[in-house]
């Protein structure tokens, strides 16, 4: 079984945890990584964009003038395209860009990532990340401390005096284990872990 150093918020070490090989010492597995981010992104998309084509834009359907004897192009209808305030030719039309991956490969694309993290030593775990109050000064000096600034925070529980000290912070982003993502994760590349949140992450991807 693998183990961290762990920490207090002054970076003095409080002792060592053990934590699940099957969790944070796995085998890197890049394609599911890539696959697991590439579907988060995309289900992010709304594809609610939207215009009116000449079948649902407002106007008569009458022809603007005869088929013949006029010299000019005939002309079906005032709603086509080439009319202003005509319908939009191949305009965009709402769809949904959703797609699915199974939890038992979720749960190992964030197991790869987790490992990843942990094989290059950017995962470092906390015994608390207690605040004695609201101040943006104090979370930066903690980071300052780890030597950490484009860094995901994970807490056990929800933390607000944490949450509104790190909110104005650039490249800072603090979720509970529950939150836990790959899209995140990939994204900071540093992660700060509380004890009580390695177990509960434990719990939650052990097979």
Do not use: W
Not at 42 to 66: L, Y
Not at 137 to 166: M, R, Y
Request: proline fraction near 3%.
């Amino acid at each position: 079984m693998a183990k961290l150093d762990l920490f207090d918020i002054k970076k003095n070490k409080v002792g060592e945890i053990d934590i699940a090989d099957a969790v944070f010492n796995d085998d890197v597995r890049e394609y599911l990584i890539h696959e697991a981010v590439k579907i988060q992104l995309a289900n992010r998309r709304q594809g609610t964009v939207c215009v009116k084509n000449r079948a649902v834009v407002a106007g008569s359907g009458k022809k603007p003038f005869k088929q013949k004897g006029t010299g000019q192009a005939r002309q079906g209808a005032k709603r086509a395209p080439q009319y202003p305030g005509g319908g939009v030719a191949f305009g965009p039309r709402p769809k949904t860009y959703d797609l699915s991956m199974n939890k038992k490969a979720r749960r190992a694309a964030l197991r790869s990532a987790l490992s990843l993290l942990f094989k290059k030593e950017r995962i470092t775990v906390l015994n608390n990340f207690d605040l004695p109050e609201v101040k943006t000064k104090g979370f930066v000096e903690v980071l300052k401390a780890f030597n950490l600034d484009k860094t995901l925070v994970i807490t056990d529980t929800a933390n607000p005096t944490l949450e509104l000290s790190a909110r104005n912070v650039k490249n800072v982003k603090v979720l509970g284990s529950a939150g836990l993502n790959i899209f995140d994760i990939m994204k900071f590349q540093s992660v700060i872990f509380t004890e009580a949140a390695v177990r509960q992450v434990e719990g939650a991807l052990q097979s």
